[in-house]
């Protein structure tokens, strides 16, 4: 049988992974320096936990785990006979793989409310599984950075996050733009359009316009029973780039008001000028999860195509749905694999990301091998990665070696060097030569 993997999951060598450390690093250094604390929940939560959180597409992309054993004995046997998969999963699968990491942190936090600090602000860096169809920057399984905050109404929090996409961003090198709304706004604009029952059909559809344009969007409204006449004043208020020119519009609607105070709030926080991003509002930025209930978040790159690589927002209710009212939450997240497909077309890994082995030690016979490994012990004692070549093979063979691993010195150990104390350290680089003294070796390599 030939080996193979679940498509939208990929593996990663050396190279990869040390470039997607050096991503992570960056990242939660960031989150950090901002004052939140890491967290980890398990792969698997129950289906109850997950399901009814992410809307209706969100349901049938969510992977279900078979219970243990004889998953059939306790089929439900009228739903195995009508081949009714929906009805029968809930009698075989009590187990899901998690979807995203922002409904699992609610539970963590309605099950540990007597042990937090509030306001409680975490960070997470875990994989999640989603049932896409695989394509370029669309995986089905992929790592999520999330970072939330807990059990404060404050807009601070908003800007704060914004300027931890702002910091992460720059330090990584790439180019975005964070756009941001807010879903009462977007509910402000079901209710100027006289159809607020249709307002989670209305933001579905709107979450796809940079994918199917105006046209299709117009054409989803309408599948999903909005009137033609409401779709034409939806289109209107979309064409709006200024929030406070809204406000006419929103007459009737103090929802859709409370969401440009809201964002006016946000901006006596934060600064657009002082970015080094570019920060903007985006009327037509809908987020498709049904739990966002504020402002909300989305960042693109700059210079490539690819779909957003991170996105967030306030949600007021989700915890309440595990039954600790009252609490309130906002979060961002950053799509580590696409950023990681981001990085690696712009070419933005530095090298110092791939410099884990500093100093490869060859040696030509057994004397001169075991002398090395002397000093191999010597030179990881002071903190510098090091390996010896395991045999004493032939030159080109281990130089060979030193070239695959890119290793930047190799230190060269024959009799003569080990004569005299020394070794011959060469510069994989530019190729120069030195002999240096055994126990002047770490004071080179530190400079």
Known sequence: MKPSIPKGTRDFGPEQVSKRNYMFGIIREVFIRYGYQPIETPTMELLSTLTGKYGEEGDRLLFKVLNNGDFLSKADEEALQNRDSRKLTASIAEKGLRYDLTVPFARYVVMHQNELSFPFKRYQIQPVWRGDRPQRGRYQEFYQCDV??????????????????????????????????????????AEAAGIPEHFMAMTMAIDKLDKVGIEGVRKEMLERSIPETATEKIEEILSVSNPLDLKPLFADSPTGLKGIEEIEAFFQYFDPAKAANEVRFDITLARGLTYYTGCIFEVQAKGVQMGSIGGGGR???????????????????????????????????????????????????EATHRYAFQLLGQVRAAGINAELYPEPAKMKKQMKYANDRRVPFVAIIGSEEMAAGEVTLKNMETGEQVRVGAENLIEQMKK
């Not at 961002?332 to 791939?354: K, Q, T």
Request: hydrophobic share 50%; aromatic share 12%; net charge negative.
């Open 315 to 365: 949600y007021d209710n989700l915890t309440g749905i595990f039954g600790l009212e009252g609490v309130s939450g906002v979060g961002v997240s950053f799509g580590a694999d696409r950023i990681y497909d981001v990085m690696e077309e712009l070419n933005l890994f530095p090298a110092e990301a791939l410099d884990s082995l500093r100093l490869l030690f060859i040696a030509f016979d």
């Open 148 to 189: 939330d905050v807990v059990g404060s109404n404050s807009l601070m929090y908003e800007a704060e996050l914004v300027q931890i996409y702002d910091e992460a961003f720059r330090r990584l090198g790439i180019d975005v733009v964070i756009k941001f709304n807010n879903r009462k706004v977007l509910f402000g604009i």
